[in-house]
């Protein structure tokens, strides 16, 4: 009967002969058939691993929190007519503890326009202790920045060195390199971020404080 399971077995022999236990008999033969026991096997099931622990302490909001960027987007140089457009990012914190998520423009995708980011960051949101993200070039340069910094301590740096330092010292957790399903959390915000700024810009260009004043609004939707 080409191997289509019991029901189908059931039926064709009811329609020529009349067998006690029917189902019992049929069965018996389907266990000892290698053709429907492979195709009949359950597949396995994948256990999901547990939730990292900065998922499930319990902590102050962005305390510790994942880093990912989302972009580009073309962005004007000025208002005039005959002005080109370079690409803006979105630097994306989304809070370890609550999922609670942060946007902040940005105009380059270098250290030096990150660490501006993550200072205004810091500045609404209070101190980060422990930061998760990819393993970025940016963000690596700006790991190896902050820690240089914060030895140094010196200059126009002094005020965040004072903010990293002791008790808010921010830790640095890369995930390992070709792994982006270890940062699900983030991964997910780019998605919802892009979803939303797709249909609230469309093909409009914008200046850099029209782009930063929409991460205010998309911070609503979040």
């Given amino acids: 009967m080409f191997h289509g399971g019991i029901h189908l077995i ?9 067998i006690p236990r029917l189902k019992v008999v049929i069965n018996a033969r389907l266990r000892r058939c290698i053709v429907c026991l492979r195709y009949g096997a359950e597949t396995a ?10 998922r499930v302490n319990q902590c102050r909001s962005f305390e510790e929190a994942g880093l990912n960027y989302a972009g580009p987007f073309p962005i004007k140089a000025s208002r005039h007519r005959g002005n080109y457009s370079y690409k803006g990012y979105f630097a994306i914190f989304v809070c370890m503890a609550t999922k609670a998520v942060h946007l902040e423009a940005i105009s380059s995708y ?6 501006a980011a993550f200072r205004r960051f810091i500045s609404r949101r209070g101190p980060c202790r422990h930061l998760y993200s990819d393993r970025g070039t940016n963000f690596v340069g700006a790991d190896a920045e ?12 002094k005020s965040i060195c004072a903010q990293l330092r002791d008790k808010h010292n921010t830790t640095w957790h890369f995930n390992p ?7 699900g959390l983030w991964e997910s915000g780019v998605k919802s971020v892009k979803y939303h700024l797709k249909r609230m810009v469309g093909d409009d260009l914008f200046t ?14 979040s």
């Fill in 208 to 221: 850099f404080e029209e782009f930063s004043l929409l991460y205010w609004h998309r911070s609503r939707l």
């Fill in 177 to 183: 390199p070709s792994s982006p399903h270890f940062g």
């Fill in 10 to 18: 059931a039926t064709h022999l009811r329609q020529l002969y009349w």
């Fill in 146 to 157: 902050l820690r240089r910094l914060h030895r140094q301590e010196a200059g126009f740096y």
């Fill in 110 to 115: 270098d250290t030096k326009s990150f660490l």
């Fill in 45 to 54: 099931f994948q256990r999901m691993a547990d939730l990292p622990t900065a």
